[in-house]
């Protein structure tokens, strides 16, 4: 998976083991995440025997959905794909708009990686079977971020080149898994209340940050489309204007509440912690207008970028971090009063 702010890489057999133990006490086959990110969760999810919906608003995340919980692997085998992954691995370096954005005039790539990236991308474009491309998109994705030189966000890039950015960009089978599932590409306050599910699972916004301002060249890269770019990070235009209500302090409750109001389930999950605009006490009072709630609660180490120290866009340490580990929670809230009395003990 690629690396990512807020992934719940550390917490998914937590998050997938309370849903199981649900599970052990009422019928529960299908989740839907409404915030997929990266696909983390919504992989796991599916890899524990449950039909999956995942939905993002961002295009790469909403790739990365249709590769790891749509495809069936049955349906697009190791065999069967490599000799794809090998015929563009042939295609010889091409540098055009890529390298020169996002490799000369900025630094999140090798030139020669850039130029592998970019004959690769436009090889792409010669398949037309939509799941097969968001697998071989997946397959760049992956790819690509084992070369980066970043600290995992692209907000910016290392101001010297990481020891990783010289190795040569290569694609590899991504992890599919075996069975169906569905991806969405939608706004999350709007398709809750169209989904039915026995389980939702929910991992909105925490804060200020934009998740498209953080991974502008994965959207670039499965939309292809040059953007106009702005800053020394080079982001895409569009990162100014498309904002999520979660993103805002004086919105966030606001969407929350109605957000939950929509959901159509027998049990609901919610990921979150004490480093975002919602508190506790605010969160558990909207999820109680809902159902039954439990809370349950862990540390968790931060996410390395914000372990190494805080840089500009130019990839220069301008500040330390002031703490290393959260309080990462996990709430509950379910409309059967008899799976909450054997879970809250």
Not at 119 to 145: F, H, K, Q
Not at 214 to 242: C, F, M, S
Request: charged share 25%; net charge positive; aromatic share 12%.
């Amino acid at each position: 998976m690629i690396k990512y702010l807020g992934s719940k890489r550390a917490l998914t057999h937590w998050i997938t083991g309370v849903a199981n133990r649900v599970r052990a006490l009422s019928p529960v086959s299908s989740v839907v995440d409404l915030f997929s990110g990266s696909g983390r969760v919504a992989h796991a999810f599916k890899a524990q025997g449950y039909f999956v919906h995942a939905n993002d608003h961002n295009t790469y995340a909403y790739i990365l959905a249709r590769a790891l919980v749509e495809a069936d692997r049955d349906a697009y085998p190791p065999e069967q794909m490599q000799p794809v992954l090998d015929a563009l691995m042939r295609l010889p370096p091409q540098r055009g708009w890529f390298t020169e954005t996002y490799c000369e005039q900025a630094r999140y790539f090798r030139p020669e990686n850039g130029a592998r990236i970019e004959a690769i991308r436009e090889g792409i474009e010669n398949y037309d079977d939509p799941l097969l491309r968001a697998i071989l998109l997946t397959s760049l994705m992956l790819a690509a971020d084992r070369v980066d030189s970043t600290t995992g966000l692209q907000m910016a890039y290392l101001k010297q080149w990481a020891p990783r950015a010289y190795k040569p960009l290569k694609l590899e089978y991504p992890p599919l898994l075996s069975g169906g599932g569905k991806a969405y590409q939608q706004d999350a306050l709007e398709l809750a209340g169209a989904l039915q599910a026995d389980l939702f699972y929910l991992d909105p916004p925490y804060n200020q940050h934009s998740y498209l301002a953080n991974y502008h060249v994965w959207e670039t890269l499965v939309l292809w489309d040059r953007p106009e770019t702005y800053g020394v990070a080079r982001k895409r235009i569009d990162v100014k204007q498309r904002k999520s209500l979660f993103n805002a302090r004086a919105q966030a409750r606001e969407a929350m509440a109605y957000l939950v109001s929509q959901i159509r389930a027998s049990h609901l999950l919610v990921s979150f912690n004490n480093e975002g605009y919602l508190t506790r006490d605010e969160i558990e009072a909207i999820l109680q207008e809902w159902g039954y709630v439990i809370c349950f609660e862990r540390p968790y180490r931060r996410y390395v970028g914000a372990l190494i120290g805080v840089y500009n866009p130019r990839g220069e340490k301008v500040g330390q971090v002031s703490h290393t580990h959260n309080r990462e929670m996990l709430f509950l809230a379910t409309k059967q009063k008899a799976v909450w009395e054997a879970l809250r003990e």
